[in-house]
């Protein structure tokens, strides 16, 4: 009986003690942290900051980054422009130079038919002047038999 006395005996000092026990916990856990917690925590909050604070300095340097990059971007865009439009103004030039060789081709034909248009002209030219070589010869050859004929009538007198 001594054993039921005493099983007794402790059941009612843990019913006792529970409800004791359960508002020593929560004012515990509610306001103040075991000392030993405080500094588990401390401890754990420095390495968080510290985490956070790497963690900004990398969006910083990230941001930096891109700033450069979107620099980049611009510059090569200013430079993609610049040389479109020096190929535009070479594309025009070329355009011009073919338009002039044009020019110069349709010309050079024009010459060319002036010139065989002269060869024509130089052709009938050269049978006027043979002609008139002709009829010149025949002149002259009449003049000297005339005057022949006046000095052989002069004589004759």
Do not use: C
């Not at 910083?60 to 980054?65: G, T």
């Not at 248009?117 to 002047?129: E, T, Y």
């Amino acid at each position: 009986m001594t054993i039921r006395r005493l099983a007794g005996a402790l059941a009612l000092l843990l019913a006792l003690a529970a409800p004791a026990r359960a508002t020593d916990v929560a004012p515990r856990g509610e306001g103040r942290t075991p000392p030993r917690a405080t500094a588990t925590t401390t401890r754990a909050g420095g390495e968080d900051r510290a985490f956070l604070l790497q963690l900004a300095e990398a969006q910083r340097a990230l941001s930096e980054q891109l700033e450069q990059l979107k620099d980049r971007i611009d510059w090569l865009y200013y430079e993609v422009t610049l040389r479109r439009d020096e190929h535009t103004g070479i594309d025009q030039e070329v355009k011009a130079m073919r338009d002039e060789v044009k020019g110069l081709y349709v010309e050079s034909s024009s010459v060319k038919q002036a010139i065989d248009a002269l060869k024509g002209d130089v052709g009938g030219v050269n049978s006027n002047v043979s002609s008139f070589r002709t009829f010149s010869g025949l002149f002259i050859a009449l003049m000297i038999l005339l005057l022949a004929v006046i000095f052989a009538m002069t004589v004759r007198r």
